[in-house]
């Protein structure tokens, strides 16, 4: 699948580009090798402004497994050009791939500086997992976004446009292919199926979603499948990579029941209730069922919010998170004791949304040291939200004194680089030490491994840095964790 967007102008007001109201011929070519010296496939799309000139290719008849290069042409204009890889075969051998894994890039908290390092490091692949931009207004620092908040497909198309212009997201998508599944704010922060944030905006939502939901497809790598029909869109996909990884791409949004007692961070019986779910009952079946057929070696679920239980309570109550999977957790139980029923050789969850790097195990009964650890959990930070950040020198948030799975936590910026191998999933947290200034240098933080049926994580190097502000108090941490969570 291969994407482009005409633009002469990505910010004009009407979200069209720029464009004049007429339709283009864009031709494309796919090539082994950067120079185009082999050109493998080529054809010709048809580039309309009822799309805003998107164009969307899937390319029929390339090996697997294999490295390409394409390119777009139309008139005197012409692309630059995307590496591309296909999957391996189906059950295929594979030695490694190696995944950057990427969340919560809003525009004014700051530049993109990691999507830049990302590419510097050349994964075969990125996994997107949600918050590619925000719906906010301008208001930022030193970088703002064009427009008032996104609630008209005119709007959303126009700061789709300004994302794409920024010139360090272009190289992480030139990179590699990307698995991209979305977040809250895409369309309306901590919305909840067809429930927006405030309930005033509740009449005409679903018009927005729609209209969020189109601008989502126009502009970003996915397949005809994946088609908007007014206010629907079916994201939530299954990708193999050979025998080696089997990616579950979840959507935790379009289809979840509305966070239990007024959202946030709460006590809360009814959250328990067994008919409450996050993925939405259809996408559970078809995990569960994916769990069942699997053959991976690694099952990876690429989603959005936490999975692991972080009670922010040290007492006998328990404060948890309505938004995440805590706030749901007789539906994470279907999944756990699902994938330990199907017996799933290696479960490892992804997760985005919480602008800090984690690290969790995951057990069947979370928090109880009595109970099994059955799968791991890699929590990416974000690429800017919640701005400068700052590091903890022995890498435990203060909740992990009584929340034992939680093993690693940075509040910096960064992604995730990730190795999968037959024997061992290895996870880099790379970290920016600033993002209000551009073009600084990545560093690992720490890396932490899973090894092949050995659920759990296991630390492998730390490397703590001194950041510009010095770690607060405990007290002040929760207080700026729970704030970037709301
Ligand atoms: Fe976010």
Redesign the pocket.
Do not use: P, T
């Given at each position: 699948m291969i994407w482009t967007r005409l633009a002469l102008d990505p910010v004009a007001a009407d979200g069209l580009g720029g464009m004049p109201a007429t339709s283009y011929q864009v031709s494309w070519q796919v090539a082994t090798n950067e120079r185009f010296a082999d050109v493998v496939r080529a054809g010709a799309f048809t580039a309309d402004p009822s799309a805003a000139h998107s164009v969307h290719v899937e390319v029929g008849g390339l090996r697997p497994g294999r490295e390409y290069f394409y390119r777009f042409r139309t008139g005197q204009h012409l692309s630059r050009a995307g590496r591309a890889l296909t999957t391996p075969a189906h059950g295929a051998d594979v030695a490694a791939l190696t995944m950057g894994v990427v969340?919560?890039s809003?525009f004014p908290a700051g530049y993109f500086t990691a999507y830049r390092r990302l590419a510097e490091d050349r994964p075969d692949l990125v996994l997107h997992l949600?918050?590619y931009q925000?719906e906010g207004g301008g208001n930022g620092t030193g970088r703002q976004h064009i427009g008032p908040e996104t609630t008209t497909l005119a709007g959303y198309r126009q700061r789709h446009g300004q994302y794409k212009s920024d010139r360090d997201l272009q190289e992480a998508h030139a990179v590699a292919p990307w698995l991209a599944v979305w977040?809250?704010?895409e369309v309306d922060n901590n919305y909840a199926g067809d429930v927006p944030e405030r309930v005033t905006e509740q009449p005409g939502f679903l018009a927005r979603r729609a209209a969020a939901y189109r601008a989502y497809y126009e502009n970003m790598p996915l397949r005809r499948t994946s088609v908007p029909r007014g206010p629907d869109l079916a994201l939530y996909r299954r990708v193999a990579w050979g025998g080696l990884a089997t990616f579950h791409m979840l959507d935790t949004r379009q289809y979840r029941s509305d966070q239990a007692c007024g959202d946030g961070y709460k006590d809360c019986v009814d959250a328990a209730d067994p008919a409450r779910s996050l993925p939405g009952s259809a996408q559970e079946e078809w995990l569960l069922d994916g769990f069942r057929r699997s053959e991976a070696r690694w099952d990876v679920l690429g989603q959005q919010v936490f999975f692991g239980r972080r009670d922010n309570d040290p007492g006998a109550a328990t404060t948890v998170s309505m938004d995440a999977w805590d706030g749901y957790p007789a539906s994470r139980q279907r999944i756990t004791r699902g994938w330990v029923d199907a017996g799933v050789r290696n479960p490892v969850v992804l997760t985005?949304?919480?602008?800090a790097h984690w690290g969790a195990d995951l057990r069947l009964e979370p928090g109880n040291l009595e109970s099994p650890v059955v799968g791991s959990e890699f929590i990416t930070s974000?690429i800017t939200?919640g701005g400068n950040g700052y590091d903890k020198p022995d890498g435990l948030h203060p909740w992990a004194a009584w929340n034992p799975d939680l093993r690693f936590w940075t509040n910096l910026r960064g992604y995730l680089l990730t190795t999968v191998t037959p024997a061992a999933m290895t996870t880099d947290y790379r970290c920016v030490p600033v993002v209000t200034t551009p073009d600084a240098a990545a560093f690992t933080r720490a890396t932490y491994v899973v090894e092949d049926e050995v659920p759990g994580l296991q630390e492998v190097a730390a490397n703590p840095r001194r950041t510009r502000s010095a770690p607060p108090s405990d007290e002040q941490i929760i207080a700026d964790t729970i704030k970037?969570?709301s």
């Open positions: 969340s919560c809003n949600g918050d925000y977040d809250d704010h985005g949304d919480v602008h974000s939200s970037a969570e």
